[in-house]
């Protein structure tokens, strides 16, 4: 399970490198992840602001 969160994580990261070229991925992912307690967390928020849009 685990590792499919972190894939959908990974794959969302992907998507916003698109958009903002020159920003490295490591740095998109720990904005997303960080503070967040876990991955878990930060992958239901995600899912939260994609079923909001």
Known sequence: MRAEIDAAIDAH???IVK???GVPAGAIRNS???GMGCQCAAYLQILEK???A
């Open 13 to 15: 990261v992907a998507e």
């Open 19 to 21: 958009t903002c070229p």
């Open 32 to 34: 997303i992840t960080r």
């Open 50 to 52: 994609d079923q909001a």
